[in-house]
């Protein structure tokens, strides 16, 4: 059995377009793919900060004070929240694809809305449908870069994506500074709303369905279309789709909570739910603080370029160092490090220049802390079980991520001084070493971040 069985393994693995994938150079299809992938996380990046962005002209115009503007600076994260949990779980039964087409035009509707509303209500129930299609598209983007690159770049290409996010704060806030300096906030939702537009046939084109997913689910035609796909990576089509494991696909959230697995789940959702409450504090509300300063809503929008370009460096800084030095080490150092600079933001500063070089410096550290946190995510978790793990962590600290605009807006409008709610809110990155400070330095297999 064991000469004929190895060769008849052989022959599978061969004829299997998963393993072709993974083995093989990529292509520069699937390059394509991945930076269609990168260019979609920008996307969501522009569309969670586009509020932020508009903020500091809602405001004056419809003359809300800060605890109402903190409470609609929230709405999209509770639609991602749910996005997460619930459109994930759609992108394993319908395909990747199929989810980030749905959630390019629920992303569309929601700006466009966003740009029409003419209340608090309106435009914050715009917000959590433009959530919706966020939460949803990073889970099926996640899933569609790991599929689409080979092992010796998996991580390299899922880094690439984590770093879209940030640069596509960086370009919508040079887009929105631009806007702003000649037209109203409504401007900067009708220019995300025509760059998901945009994004619709660019996915068609350049991002077919996943070959892993076809392989799994067996939808009409899947042996046809992988050898089409397979056929524009360059490689030779297959005759057959392999056999497929009968194992169950889908582990009870129970599973979670295992005696094994129970230390990791509480601990890593706790700290992602705190960290990311301090990483969502100094994006939503950086443009009103600058602009109560004195400044302009257009020098507004260029400090958060800054913060979200100090946010990519420390996202990629982070992804390259973890080939080197423990992890967990390095998280716990960007959570600190967060604490400190998100309160020396708070602190003020005496000029424009100054105000944008503490913002990148405290966007470095908690963009840093946020990719550290996916990664351990990815590495404390075995395989049967890192997707559902993934979902809860992420959805649950979404979730409650929601509660730190609304948080801020509160202690704003209670009289406190931005020094006072900038060292409150920072404190969410010292609860978060904490918990990292409980976990088990035992590793499995390397981390592979991917996007916040």
Known sequence: ????????????????????????????????IVATMVGLNALDGFD???ISFASPGIAAEWRIDRAALGVVLSMELIGMAAGSLLLGGIADRVGRRATILLCLVMMTIGMLGAASAGSIMVLSGWRVLT???????????????????????????VVLMAAG???????????????????????????????STLFIPIVFWCAPESIAFLVHRRPSGALERTNRILGRMGHAPV?????????????????????ALQRPTILLTLAYLAHIMTFYFILKWIPKIVTD????????????????????????????????????????????????????????????????????????????????????????????????????????????????????????????????????????????????FGLTTA???PAVPVAP
């Open 1 to 32: 059995m064991t000469a004929q069985h190895a060769a008849k393994m052989e022959r599978m693995m061969a004829s299997d377009p998963r393993a072709v994938i993974q083995r093989e150079p990529m292509s520069r299809f699937q390059w394509g």
């Open 48 to 50: 969670v900060l586009s």
């Open 131 to 157: 959530g919706l299609g966020i939460g949803g598209m990073l889970a099926a983007t996640n899933a569609a870069v790991a599929e689409a690159a080979n092992d010796r770049r998996r991580a390299l290409a």
């Open 165 to 195: 996010y940030p640069l596509g704060t960086i370009i919508g806030g040079l887009v929105s500074a631009v806007l702003l300096a000649h037209f109203d906030w409504r401007a900067v939702f009708l220019f995300g709303a025509t760059a």
């Open 239 to 259: 005759d057959a789709l392999p056999v497929e494991d009968t194992s169950p696909a889908r582990v009870p959230l129970v599973a979670l909570f295992a005696p």
């Open 293 to 436: 300063m004195g400044f302009a809503p257009s020098a507004a929008a260029g400090v958060l370029v800054w913060a979200s370009i100090g946010g990519a460096t420390g996202s990629l800084l982070l992804g390259l160092l973890t080939a080197r030095l423990p992890l967990l080490r390095l998280t716990i150092i960007a959570m600190l490090a967060s604490t400190a600079l998100v309160t020396v933001f708070g602190a003020g500063q005496g000029s424009l220049a100054g105000l944008s070089a503490v913002a990148a410096l405290a966007g470095f550290a908690t963009n840093a802390g946020v990719v550290g946190l996916y990664a351990l995510i990815a590495q404390s978790f075995p395989t049967a079980v890192r997707a559902t793990a993934t979902g809860v962590v992420i959805g649950v600290g979404r979730g409650g991520s929601a509660l730190a605009p609304a948080l801020a807006g509160l202690l704003f409008a209670q009289g406190h001084s931005l020094q006072t709610v900038a060292l409150l809110m920072g404190l969410g990155s010292i609860v978060a070493a904490l918990a990292l």
């Open 443 to 445: 590793r499995r297999r």
